[in-house]
C-alpha cells in the first residue's frame, strides 16, 4: 500500500458536500483537522491534491464523514519517470514553502 494519497477531483466534490453539511469550510475550521490528528497545512495540501501521508488522508476523510477508498486518486501504474520527477519536486517546492511561512511567522 502506498505511503502517501492523493485526492481525485470527484473525490474532493464529494468531501466539499460533506463539510459543507456539518457547517465547514475547506481548512479555516480547527476542528476539523483537530479531529483528524492532522495539521492546517496537511489539510490543504489535501485540497490541493498533493500526496499526503495515507494515515492523515483516511483521518481527514474519516472526520468529514466520507469513506477514503471512495476519495482517493487511483493510481497509475504507466506514470513515466519524468512525470514521478515532476511529482516529487512539487513535493519538495511545497515543504519548503512551508518552512519559508514558518520562518516568517517567527520573525
Known amino acids: 500500500m502506498a ?4 485526492a481525485s477531483k470527484a473525490g ?7 463539510i459543507r453539511q456539518k457547517g465547514w469550510t475547506k481548512t479555516q475550521t480547527s476542528l476539523w483537522w483537530h479531529d483528524a490528528q492532522t495539521s492546517q497545512a496537511t489539510l490543504r495540501r489535501f485540497w490541493r491534491r498533493i500526496p499526503i501521508d495515507r494515515h492523515a488522508f483516511q483521518k481527514i476523510c474519516q472526520v468529514a464523514g466520507v469513506g477514503w477508498e471512495s476519495v ?4 497509475s501504474s504507466s506514470s513515466s519517470p ?4 515532476n511529482k516529487d ?18 520573525t
Open 82 to 85: 519524468e512525470e514521478n520527477k
Open 12 to 18: 474532493l466534490d464529494t468531501v466539499y458536500r460533506a
Open 3 to 6: 505511503d502517501t494519497l492523493t
Open 72 to 75: 482517493t486518486e487511483i493510481e
Open 89 to 106: 519536486l512539487l513535493r519538495d517546492l511545497s515543504l519548503i514553502d512551508c518552512m519559508v511561512i514558518l520562518l516568517l511567522l517567527r
